[in-house]
Nanobody, 124 residues
Framework: QVQLVESGGGLVQAGGSLRLSCAAS????????MGWFRQAPGKEREFVAA????????SYADSVKGRFTISRDNGKSTVYLQMNALKPEDTAVYYC?????????????????WGPGTQVTVSS
């Protein structure tokens, strides 16, 4: 069965950096697009970034563009989210997800499987 395990979350000061990882198993990783979403307390889950199957094409939410970078290593079945210049408003639980298709997607219904999430807290 599909398994996704996120890691790398934690507490960081504003302006700092974190790198999230999501190790995937149970499917042919290189066939599917991957995405990161986040959910802050009291808010709906929102799109953060996506990468298509080869890693050549990416998509970002406007709120993180220029600060976050999504990448993937198909040999390791892992997707990453490098987060720089973090702000308190980036505080959320971050989820990685497997897309139903091979391209970049921004909507939740376009993703079939979700990890349990990892907490990111940015202090001011």
């Amino acid at each position: 069965q599909v398994q996704l395990v996120e890691s790398g979350g934690g507490l960081v000061q504003a302006g700092g950096s974190l790198r999230l990882s999501c190790a995937a198993s149970g499917f042919t990783f290189s066939n599917n697009g991957m995405g990161w979403f986040r959910q802050a307390p009291g808010k709906e889950r929102e799109f953060v970034a996506a990468v298509e199957r080869s890693g050549a094409w990416t998509s970002y939410a406007d709120s993180v563009k220029g600060r976050f970078t999504i990448s993937r290593d198909n040999g390791k079945s892992t997707v990453y989210l490098q987060m720089n210049a973090l702000k308190p408003e980036d505080t959320a639980v971050y989820y990685c997800a497997v897309a139903a298709g091979s391209r970049t997607y921004t909507l939740e219904y376009q993703y079939n499987y979700w990890g349990p999430g990892t907490q990111v807290t940015v202090s001011s």
